[in-house]
C-alpha cells in the first residue's frame, strides 16, 4: 500500500503558479499578452492587454487564417540606474490566434489606446445569422 501525504495549501499554491505561468509564459517560454474575445453580431472583437509598450512596436499579420500580434517592451535602465528588482516582462511578446473560415481576414482594422491592442474582424455575410423562409404549400390528410 502505497501512503502519501496531502498538503492542501501545497495543492492551491501550485495550482495557482501553474496558472499564472500559463497566463504569463506560452509553451516554449515568450510572454504573452492577455487577451479577451467578444463575437458580436457583424464581427468579432478580440483586446489584447499591451500597457507600456511603444505603438510603433506593435505588428499585427494574418497569413493563411493565423493572425498573429507581436509587440516589443524596451528595457528602460539607463547606465547610472541600477535594478534591484524586475517583475515586468522585457522583450517581444507573441500571440497567434487561428481564425475561422467564416471571418473576413482582408478587412482587419486595428486600434492600440490606454495599453491596449484592439483588433476588429468582420463575420462574412454568408456566415451570419438569418431567417430562413418557411415554404406553405398543401396539407393532405394521412389515411391510417
Avoid: W
Wanted: aromatic residues 6%; glycine residues 6%.
Amino acid at each position: 500500500m502505497l501512503l502519501t501525504s496531502i498538503d492542501p495549501f501545497f495543492q492551491e499554491f501550485e495550482r495557482q503558479f501553474n496558472r499564472l505561468a500559463r497566463q504569463t509564459f506560452d509553451s516554449t517560454g515568450n510572454a504573452m499578452m492577455p487577451m479577451d474575445g467578444l463575437r458580436r453580431s457583424d464581427d468579432v472583437l478580440l483586446r489584447f492587454d499591451l500597457p507600456g509598450i511603444d505603438p510603433d512596436s506593435i505588428e499585427v499579420t494574418v497569413d493563411r487564417g493565423v493572425l498573429s500580434v507581436s509587440a516589443r517592451r524596451e528595457d528602460e535602465v539607463s547606465e547610472d540606474e541600477r535594478l534591484f528588482v524586475r517583475e515586468r516582462t522585457m522583450g517581444t511578446f507573441t500571440r497567434r490566434v487561428y481564425l475561422s473560415e467564416h471571418l473576413d481576414s482582408d478587412k482587419i482594422d486595428a486600434g492600440y489606446a490606454n495599453g491596449v491592442l484592439t483588433v476588429r474582424i468582420p463575420v462574412l455575410e454568408r456566415a451570419k445569422p438569418r431567417k430562413v423562409a418557411i415554404q406553405r404549400g398543401e396539407t393532405k390528410a394521412i389515411k391510417a
